[in-house]
């Protein structure tokens, strides 16, 4: 009878997690071009997938189309979230082909600039629609008190989403942590290179604790 009722209470708790699992969260990754997003979803997706998301390159626009890496579980003091890395392109005012020009054709610089135009619409699409929390990466080498970034926090807080800022390249010369935490000091600021892989335990931490 012990027995009977032990594997019963087993099927139950089977049963209960099987169901009350929630939907793995859409996080997605945002900043402005070169900031080093798909270097930091590679970071994240490797360490706890072993695959990659997408292709790094030091030339802006790199990522014209959002990538999504689903059901990536990280584990951290005891508290696991699943999420799906959803890495969007870099959202600017104003692409010109002449950016590419150095790197490439004119007829390749003008189609890279027509899709990486195409893919700042769709970031902001996920962002208004699909997006259940944002990191936000910032070159810490970089002023970032700008337009665009100024413009996507707000509508990240207009949304109330859960968003954590990321100061990326700290083993840069010019890094600044500080420079960040101060443009935006309402949300919490974790600084790392996805690069170097530096600070990548504080990273997961947080990541657990803001969307877990």
């Known amino acids: 009878m012990g027995l009977l009722k032990g ?85 600017t005012t104003k692409v010109d082909y002449e950016e590419f020009t150095d790197e490439m054709e004119k007829d390749d610089a003008v189609r890279r600039s027509r899709e990486a135009t195409e893919g700042v619409a769709e970031a902001m699409h996920w962002l208004r629609e699909d997006v259940d929390g944002v990191i936000y990466v910032l070159d810490s080498a970089e002023d970032p008190i700008t337009q665009v970034n100024t413009m996507l926090i707000g509508i990240i807080e207009s949304r109330d989403l859960p968003v954590l800022i990321f100061a990326n390249k700290i083993d840069l010369d010019d890094s600044s942590i500080k420079r960040i935490e101060d443009a935006f000091p309402q949300h919490q600021t974790v600084p790392l290179s996805a690069k170097e892989g530096d600070n990548m335990d504080e990273v997961y931490d947080n990541i657990a604790e803001y969307f877990g």
């Open 7 to 91: 594997l019963k209470d087993s099927i139950s708790r089977a049963t209960d997690r099987l169901f009350s699992d929630e939907e793995p969260k859409r996080i997605g990754i945002y900043g402005p071009p070169n900031a080093g997003k798909t270097t930091l979803a590679n970071r994240i997706a490797r360490d706890w997938t072993g695959d990659a998301v997408g292709t790094e390159s030091h030339i802006p626009h790199e990522t014209r189309r959002a990538r999504r890496k689903e059901n990536v579980e990280i584990e951290r003091n005891g508290k696991t979230v699943t999420i799906d890395i959803v890495d969007t392109p870099g959202v």
